[in-house]
Every structure is written in C-alpha cells, then in structure tokens.
C-alpha cells in the first residue's frame, strides 16, 4: 500500500504563496517605517538584448569587433615572426586572417571555441 502523499495539494500551495508575499510585504513595510534601506532591485529582466534598436547593437558589435582587430593586428607581427622560425609556409597577413586566431589555440581548432573570429560579411 502507497503512503497519502504529503506534498500540499495546489490550493495549499497557493495560499502558502500568498501569507509569504503578505509577510515579505510588512516586513519591507515595518522596514521603511524604520528607515532602513530597500532590498536590492531584482536580477535583469528577461529580455533578449539591451539595446532598443538594430542599429544600437549594430554599432556595439562593430565597435567589439574594432577593438578586437586593433588587438590582433599588434600580435600579428611577433605570430608571424614565430611562425617564420618555427619553419613551415609562410604566413602573410591575408593568410592569418583566412585562418582565423582559434589556429593558435591549444589543442587545435576544437579548444578554439573561445576565441572571437571574423565576423560573417554581411
């Protein structure tokens, strides 16, 4: 034979609810009698992207991605003179940006995950 389940069933369950939100109620209210400060404000919001229009991110992406290139660029020489010493091809440029920087990550282009490459040309 089953044991009845003690689990309170969804009536309960709702009024449990509602003495809590009462409760959390007049314990903020006793607390802004007595001047302390408010709990912090709640988590972000669910919603899919900070910025009001397509534009807005546009540009934010464009910018990330600028820094991003600025950075690349005063590596590329000290890659490239590594690579010409390590023997091989030679490595231009073009072709380091063909590759992408996951080339140089650990463990091949599986780990590389983590590095920001090229944007898709739109």
């Not at 820094?67 to 890659?79: D, G, I, N, S, T």
């Not at 010409?84 to 080339?103: D, L, Y």
Request: proline share 7%; charged share 30%; aromatic share 6%.
């Amino acid at each position: 034979m089953s044991k009845p389940s003690r689990r309170p069933g969804r009536e309960a369950i709702k009024e449990q609810k509602k003495a809590r939100k009462k409760a959390q109620r007049q314990l903020r209210q006793r607390q802004k009698e007595q001047g302390l400060s408010a709990p912090a404000e709640p988590g972000q919001s669910n919603r899919t992207c900070p910025y009001q229009t397509q534009e807005e991110e546009r540009a934010a992406r464009v910018d990330a991605v600028s820094q991003q290139v600025k950075v690349y660029r005063a590596m590329l020489p000290v890659l490239l003179k590594r690579l010409s010493v390590s023997g091989g091809e030679e490595w231009t440029q073009n072709r380091w940006f063909e590759k992408g920087p996951g080339v140089w990550a650990e463990g091949g282009m599986k780990k590389a995950g983590g590095f920001l490459h090229r944007p898709a040309s739109a």
